[in-house]
């Protein structure tokens, strides 16, 4: 199956505008952003970034004030028939529905909002309850659902009309660990059944984004500041490679390799003569680049020294948002560190 030939998402000179008293607000500021077909793409930025403003433009569910967005080609405001067919969306803390329905029942209705048939529609129905996990609770109220349960049920139905390009805005949002994890699993699994499958994803949780996303958009005041993979954008606030070493018999001291081509600095964690009691002494490097290990591998061998642990230091996203917009995403009342732990595998 060949991938359209067209950016799954394109915007250009996107803007929008609130008209508020006593100064209007600017929600976006000139986004220029294209996602290819298949691709998973990232938002990433803290709230009142500008995320949820874009996703409800490229959903047809608000009109930019100035520039142009399509999805698959087709025109935000001129062609929003076309674009609902071929997308959905799901958001966190999403309450849709009815409490008195029965799951089954709540997603056989949403299967006709989308014009399935009846039998069509009970089918796929069925199919995403079983997809999702919800078999147990397939005839339990949706009252009595669970926040996790909940959410898995919005994603069975952000899937009825099987979209091409699936919005998930804070899908994780108030989730606990386990429902988080499950919730980024039945999103792999649906992306990958099929080629050309793109998801956007917004999210202020750093981990979650680096875990999920191919690339990323560091979006702050409704622009962007980065796009890059996570790698990419890391290597922006770290051009140099930082390495730590444990290592036995280092009796020269880390002063021996300061000289050694590529080798920026050379320390020790303690004053660089006293070993610690396992006789093991850490040794912290900063290099040019990656290549100038083998330089001071050599030399510690030739030292006889013998290395017995060895670890890169690698930046965080966190690091990179810092560098971008001077503040960490904890100063924006959306902190990163209670969620790492939901996001681990």
């Not at 409800?56 to 967005?69: F, N, Q, R, Y």
């Not at 100063?331 to 732990?341: K, L, P, R, T, V």
Request: proline letters at 4%; charged letters at 25%.
């Amino acid at each position: 199956m060949s991938l359209p030939s067209v950016p799954a998402i394109e915007t250009r000179g996107l803007r929008r505008v609130y008209k508020t008293k006593p100064k209007p607000i600017v929600a976006l500021d000139g986004i220029d952003l294209e996602v290819a077909p298949g691709e998973f793409f990232g938002l990433l930025g803290p709230n009142g970034a500008g995320k949820t403003t874009l996703i409800k433009i490229l959903t047809t569910l608000l009109l930019p004030t100035t520039g142009t967005a399509r999805v698959f080609g087709f025109d935000v405001a001129r062609e929003t028939r076309q674009i609902r067919r071929l997308m959905n969306i799901v958001a966190g803390g999403e309450q849709s529905g009815y409490g008195l329905l029965q799951v089954r029942e709540q997603l056989w209705m949403f299967s006709q909002f989308y014009g399935l048939g009846t039998r069509e529609g009970w089918q796929r129905v069925d199919e995403l309850i079983e997809a999702v996990g919800l078999d147990e609770q397939r005839n339990q109220k949706v009252s009595s659902l669970s926040t996790g349960q909940r959410q898995k049920m919005n994603f069975a139905r952000g899937l009825l009309n099987d979209p091409w390009v699936f919005f998930l805005d804070e899908p994780t949002l108030g989730l606990d660990v386990s429902a988080a994890r499950s919730v980024r699993e039945l999103v792999r699994t649906w992306k990958d059944a099929l080629p050309g499958r793109t998801i956007l994803l917004t999210t202020h949780y750093m981990a979650e984004a680096e875990e999920l996303c191919e690339r990323i958009a560091i979006v702050d005041h409704g622009r962007i500041l980065a796009i890059g993979t996570p790698d990419e954008l890391k290597h922006r606030v770290q051009s140099e490679s930082i390495f730590r070493l444990e290592v036995d018999r280092l009796e020269r001291g880390a002063g021996a390799l300061a000289g050694l081509p590529g080798v920026v600095s050379a320390s020790t964690a303690t004053d660089g003569t006293t070993p610690a009691p396992d006789g093991v002494q850490t040794l912290n490097l900063i290099l040019d680049n990656d290549t100038a290990l083998g330089g001071v591998v050599t030399a510690l061998g030739s030292m006889g020294a013998q290395i017995v642990a060895l670890r890169k230091s690698e930046p965080s996203l966190e690091d990179v948002f810092v560098e971008l917009v001077g503040r960490g995403f904890d100063e924006d009342g959306a902190g990163s560190n209670g969620h790492h732990e939901a996001v681990a595998r």
